[in-house]
């Protein structure tokens, strides 16, 4: 089972940036792709951004495309997250997760394991 631990987040104003960090556990990390996922109070948790486990495909939401990049240091065994000319409705709680497997996926079900999640509230 491998453990997530995020940090990172904070408070920005808009147009801001923030470098958000997925810390795994285990030695199985570089062989499965990894995502990002947001939630929002009051909301249903969605996709951000994806990447495959040898990090050479990536995939984003049309809401952070061109502003968020996702990479990730398999000899680290972390995933990052970039987030620049943040928005206020950027303001979620971000959860890193792994998936089933090396391909990516969108939906949250694929994901198996997921860490607790890190604040980012952007303020307008």
């Known amino acids: 089972q491998v453990q997530l631990v995020e940090s990172g987040g904070g408070l920005v104003q808009a147009g801001g940036s923030l470098r958000l960090s997925c810390a795994a556990s285990?030695?199985?990390?570089?062989?499965?792709?990894m995502g990002w996922f947001r939630q929002a109070p009051g909301k249903e948790r969605e996709f951000v951004t994806g990447?495959?486990?040898?990090?050479?495909?990536?995939y984003y939401a049309d809401s952070v495309k061109g502003r968020f990049t996702i990479s990730r240091d398999n000899a680290k065994n972390t995933v990052y997250l970039q987030m620049n000319m943040l928005k206020p409705e950027d303001t979620a709680v971000y959860y890193c997760?792994?998936?089933?497997?090396?391909?990516?996926?969108?939906?949250?079900?694929?994901?198996?394991?997921w860490g607790q999640g890190t604040q980012v509230t952007v303020s307008s």
């Open positions: 997760a792994k998936a089933r497997s090396q391909a990516l996926a969108v939906v949250t079900w694929f994901y198996d394991s």
């Open positions: 285990g030695r199985t990390f570089s062989t499965y792709a």
């Open positions: 990447i495959s486990w040898d990090g050479d495909s990536t």
